[in-house]
């Protein structure tokens, strides 16, 4: 039986092809729908979209078959292509979003697709019993040519991603599917052994309207279905783009260490008046050298998982005008059209690096300025009276001799104020050696002896007795208890009791007590107790204390402080013990 495609009724045709065109369409709006992490969705609508192309493909067939001469028959194998076309489209669709190179996407999903338009039109020409058939295989291969091709062109247009090209490719696919149909009409030459009678003819036109009209209600369902998810994906789409558009943080993205998008924020940031300054460009164009490497790490190692907590990295830039930029940058890795690709949100710190810098610097200023105040008033002292002396000395009044002991006394003292400030500026090396802690705080009591009994205050020393043995400077150590003893006695003017407790704690640990009946501390001071120029007294200026805390802590000791108010201060002194001693009792 001949064909000619330019007999027959010209309005089947063109009916065909507005629905092909329209199914292609439905299709390519269900498949492009943004992907979204849930698999089980993109699934969904990939399905939707390979039966719409099946079923659209299948009506234009049997719509455009009613305008030529062939017999139309209805049997399992008009479903069975149905089916294979519609697998067959699935697969090649979800082909689209692996992860292959582009071209290698495009030529394979091509086939799969072609394929099954091809397999729908052929299977569905050869349905019924056929007495005779010829082929012409020229043309047969010309029609699968043309539906590969077309398919081909038009699934490149749309991961192309625009929006205009999406009509475009449904046109080109459509157009392709009815040429290809049209040739392979003129391809097969079939002669039927069935007898179609009127009574089956009309039969057969019943189903036939039947089903096309089930064909086409299921096309515009799922027409309308992708136009409602396509309107409400367009105002959350506009809802984000507010959103990205309105942020006073940079949003953008890269692909390949380009920059690919920058909303407004980033381009007022970069001082960039077009987006096409930035936009394609290497990102570590504006980015300062020191930072290249790194930021090239950053950018190709994993993302943390979504409830892991991402840390900002810190980056130095240089806007298209020069201005030195510092930003925090936090990143996440995507895949947009099947590759990847990095967003970054960056922060303008700039502002916050200056006052951090004024900060710091306003206090190194505060702190010389304590600084060198508690160095005058710690200095003056024993200056003027260096002074006084050596203006007697001047006169020949009297006996010089009797002015040189306290003239060396107050250098000593001079030199030791000295040694307290360069211990705080940096780390001094000391020949450490076995020291009992007995001695040194007999040594220390003996000392401040005569200034507890001026003040009205008894002493009371107990300890252990055997040697209390620690590793250190005899000197340091003796400081730190002359400092903590003499403040237990400045805070008890009216006089009172200062308890010293010397003893080993578990056998490891020398552990001294200093327990004045001073008024006590309120937390907030005790918590402020070693702090830098802090104290309590109103000539004080908190050195003592902060070398006391600087000594205990180079021998790797602890010091705690335990007060409270109207009973009294304790503290806790405790040195790691160079021998390990069976426990004895204290003694007074």
Known sequence: MNHDPTIGKFYYMLLSLLIVVFACYTMFSMVGQPRTKQRFSLKNWIVGGSLVLGLGLWTMHVVSMLGSDYLIVLDMKMLYALVGCSALTYFGIMNLWSKCALNVRLLTSSIFISVGAAALHYVTMLSGEIRDCEVDYPLMILSFVIIYFGTFFSLYLFMLKRQTYKMISSVVLGASAMAMHQVGLIALKIEHAEIVTTDRLNNYLLLLAFLLGIATLLIFSFTFTTWYAARKYNVMNAQYKMLVENSLDMIA???????????????????????????????????????????????????????????????????????????????????????????????????????????????????????????????????????????????????????????????????????????????????????????????????????????????????????????????????VFINVIKNAIEVMPHGGKITIVAGLEEGRTVTVSIQDEGPGMEKEQLSKIGQPFYTTKEKGTGLGMMVTYKIVDNHHGQINAYSQTGEGTTFYIRFPSSRTQPILPAIS
């Open 253 to 479: 993205m890269i692909k390949n260490n380009k920059w690919t998008f920058i909303n407004k924020a980033g381009l007022r940031m970069f001082e960039v008046k077009q987006a096409d300054e930035m936009i394609g460009k290497s990102v570590r164009q504006l980015l300062h050298v020191k930072h290249h490497e790194q930021l090239n790490r950053w950018l190709h190692e994993e993302s943390e998982p979504n409830d892991a907590q991402q840390k900002p990295m810190e980056l130095e830039w240089q806007t298209v005008k020069g201005t030195r930029l510092y930003t925090e940058v936090v990143r996440s890795s995507m895949s947009l059209s099947g590759e990847p690709i990095v967003q970054v949100i960056i922060r303008d710190i700039s502002e916050r690096k200056k006052n951090e810098e004024l900060l710091i610097n306003s206090e190194k200023l505060y702190i010389a300025g304590q600084l060198a105040a508690g160095i005058a008033h710690e200095i003056r002292n024993p200056l003027t009276s260096l002074k006084g002396f050596l203006q007697l000395i001047t006169t020949g009044r009297a006996d010089n001799r009797n002015y040189y002991d306290i003239m060396k006394s107050e250098l000593v003292r001079i030199e030791s104020i000295v040694s307290e400030l360069l211990m705080l500026s940096k780390p001094q090396v000391y020949d450490l050696a076995e020291q009992d802690v007995r001695k040194m705080l007999s040594e220390t009591v003996v000392l401040l002896e005569t200034e507890a009994i001026l003040h009205n205050i008894e002493m009371v020393l107990q300890m252990d007795q055997q040697p209390l043995w620690i590793m250190g400077v005899e000197n340091q150590i003796k400081q």
